[in-house]
């Protein structure tokens, strides 16, 4: 799977947009981006994933670049409950190890009021 | 509540000694994994069981050992306790196996103190 790079730590004020970047200049054609985070402790959340469109849910919108090698995580009004460490990963779909995650060292994303 | 159970919550034990951690994955999921998250470490994948059988592995010790029942619980061992275990356990579940893409989703984990 490919390597993801993201920034350590990011700050944002309650009810501003979170933006947290994330390069994987390596992706392959068939990997897809999926992130999660983890608020103190608690067990990871999914939170959205996407192939090479732009995906939107309830929670968070997902910017990928046209060349695939970076993607954005959008938090569109982000509140004191979304301060949690976001962790970006890439995954080939299929295979026999689907679930098997690489977790890096994520984003710690603070809110402040 | 992400429909995962975990128990038990705490577990504080000595070094040398045997545990078993639970886990009950959402209703109807066929896949379960298991990570270990430590200070030093960060989320680390362990194993992965698809309707009881094993699928993937990752960087999980010999002392360690896990098995998914038929009624889709699973079971995570670990003998020989020592310090370093220390950790949070999660178990996460899925409805998928081979080919699948979805999310997974993680228990509120057990946490391991070895003392």
């Known amino acids: 799977d490919a390597k993801t790079t993201q920034p350590p730590s990011m700050d944002c004020a309650e009810g501003r947009a979170a933006n947290l970047p994330c390069n994987h200049s390596?992706?392959?054609?068939?990997?897809?981006v999926y992130w999660y985070r983890q608020i103190h402790s608690q067990g990871p959340q999914y939170i959205i994933h996407?192939?090479?469109n732009n995906e939107t849910n309830e929670m968070a919108s997902l910017i990928i670049t046209e060349d695939r090698k970076s993607s954005t995580l959008i938090l569109p009004h982000a509140t004191l409950r979304d301060t949690a460490v976001y962790y970006c990963?890439?995954?080939?779909?299929?295979?026999?190890?689907?679930?098997?995650?690489?977790f890096g060292q994520g984003t710690i994303l603070t809110v402040h009021p | 509540d992400s429909g995962v159970t975990q128990t038990p919550k705490h577990l504080i034990t000595a070094t040398g000694q045997r545990v078993t951690l639970r886990c009950s994955p959402r209703?109807?999921?066929?896949?379960v994994y298991w990570y270990q998250q430590s200070l030093d470490q960060g989320l680390q994948f362990l194993i992965q069981?698809?309707?009881?059988?094993?699928?993937a592995k990752g960087n999980i010790l010999e002392r360690f050992s896990a098995q998914q029942f038929p009624d889709l619980h699973s079971e995570l061992n670990l003998s020989s306790l020592e310090l370093g275990d220390s950790a949070l356990y999660f178990c996460?579940?899925?409805?998928?196996?081979?080919?699948?893409?979805?999310?997974?989703?993680f228990g509120e984990g057990s946490r391991l103190t070895v003392l």
């Open positions: 996460a579940s899925s409805g998928g196996g081979q080919g699948a893409i979805g999310e997974l989703f």
């Open positions: 209703s109807g999921d066929l896949s």
């Open positions: 990963i890439v995954r080939r779909a299929g295979g026999t190890s689907y679930g098997k995650l690489t």
């Open positions: 069981y698809y309707n009881g059988e094993e699928r």
């Open positions: 996407g192939l090479k």
């Open positions: 390596t992706i392959s054609g068939n990997e897809y």
